[in-house]
């Protein structure tokens, strides 16, 4: 089984910082990845797939890439709205969550 | 657009089994293309996937789960159900419906229902 190594597993940053969560796969994966954000008491939303494709009506300050083993999920100017937890997911598998604080 | 939406009980005593479905509303389920998922998340951890079923009726679980599982669609209700058998305290959780998209090696799920919390106590 390929696993999926997300750090770090807090962050705690200001608004207007940019943020960069990193995912390691154990072996190539290709760009077969997803990112999500999640707020308490709601459902994972899809952010990130194909490792860099924008969802449609997510804000252009989320970014992806990478490829092979190493992703990244990049905040460029984090926002209110954006303390939350972030998951990345290869196929049946999800990253341990990365959860944004306030600084 | 396409949404769906988890019932069932909340509460669920110890071996028995956890039963949930989940209805799909703004699409069909039976125009295919798509994967329709479980996933949990215990309370305070990271998210699990227990497996998807297709229009129709192909069936993949998570190896961890496969012995308790059952997924079914019923796509005259536009729902999909989930059953896990013999739960115990540890299946405590948040359960999702989401849909998946499968294609060429990349997945990823959206949109996602709500979520339902079921407690598995006596």
């Known amino acids: 089984d390929i696993q999926m190594t997300q750090s770090p597993s807090t962050l705690s940053a200001s608004v207007g910082d940019r943020v960069t969560i990193t995912c390691r796969a154990s072996?190539?994966?290709?760009?077969?990845l997803a990112w999500y954000q999640q707020k308490p008491g709601k459902a994972p939303k899809l952010l990130i797939y194909?490792?860099?494709s924008l969802e449609s009506g997510v804000p252009s300050r989320f970014s992806g890439s990478g490829s092979g083993t190493e992703f990244t999920l990049t905040i460029s100017s984090l926002q209110p709205d954006d303390f939350a937890t972030y998951y990345c997911?290869?196929?049946?598998?999800f990253g341990q969550g990365t959860k944004v604080e306030i600084k | 657009q396409v949404q769906l939406q988890e019932s069932g009980p909340g509460l669920v005593k110890p071996s028995q089994t956890l039963s949930l479905t989940c209805t799909v509303s703004?699409?069909?389920?039976?125009?295919?293309?798509?994967?329709w998922s479980w996933i949990r998340q215990h309370p305070g951890k990271g998210l699990e996937w227990i497996g998807y079923?297709?229009?129709?009726?192909?069936?993949y679980y998570n190896p961890s789960l496969k012995s308790r599982v059952t997924i079914s669609v019923d796509t005259s209700k536009n729902q999909f159900s989930l059953k896990l058998s013999s739960v115990t305290a540890a299946d405590t959780a948040v359960y999702y419906c989401a849909r998946g998209t499968y294609s060429y090696g990349y997945n990823w799920f959206d949109p996602w229902g709500q979520g339902t919390l079921v407690t598995v106590s006596s």
């Open positions: 997911q290869l196929r049946g598998t």
């Open positions: 703004g699409g069909s389920i039976s125009s295919g293309g798509y994967y």
């Open positions: 079923i297709y229009y129709s009726g192909s069936t």
């Open positions: 194909k490792a860099s």
């Open positions: 072996q190539s994966i290709s760009s077969w």
